[in-house]
């Protein structure tokens, strides 16, 4: 499956973003989703994962202010981000694991190319 994540942009802290991952070759009903973030000099940590059949997971500094979701037409992943704060600048990748797997990112089958997400405060 090939990912492309796009959405990304310059925000004011509070502020919202709906970021895309827009999969091809193969449905993404066949791959738990994930998103992941990266911040200059830090690792790559979770922020969501959606599973089809089970119920979507966040991380605790995310789980508030996030939505994943699906649409299987478009054969899509969201995630929705409100009340954005300037510790959520980092890039934004979202991935795909043939199972559903711990969220690492050494547990990760494919990768998008990630989109940027930039909150001024």
């Known amino acids: 499956v090939q990912l492309q994540a796009s959405g990304g942009g310059l925000v004011q802290a509070g502020g919202s973003l709906r970021l895309s991952c827009a999969a091809s070759?193969?449905?993404?009903?066949?791959?738990?989703i994930y998103w992941f973030r990266q911040a200059p000099r830090k690792e790559r940590e979770f922020v969501a994962r959606?599973?089809?059949?089970?119920?979507?997971r966040y991380d605790d500094s995310v789980k508030d202010r996030a939505t994943i979701s699906g649409d299987h037409a478009k054969n899509t992943v969201y995630l929705q981000m409100n009340n954005l704060n300037p510790e959520d600048t980092a890039v934004y990748y979202c991935?795909?694991?043939?199972?559903?797997?711990?969220?690492?990112?050494?547990?990760?089958?494919?990768w998008g190319q990630g989109t940027q997400v930039t909150v001024s405060s």
């Open positions: 991935a795909a694991a043939r199972t559903v797997v711990a969220p690492m990112a050494s547990q990760m089958d494919y």
């Open positions: 070759g193969h449905r993404i009903d066949n791959y738990a």
């Open positions: 959606i599973s089809w059949g089970g119920a979507p």
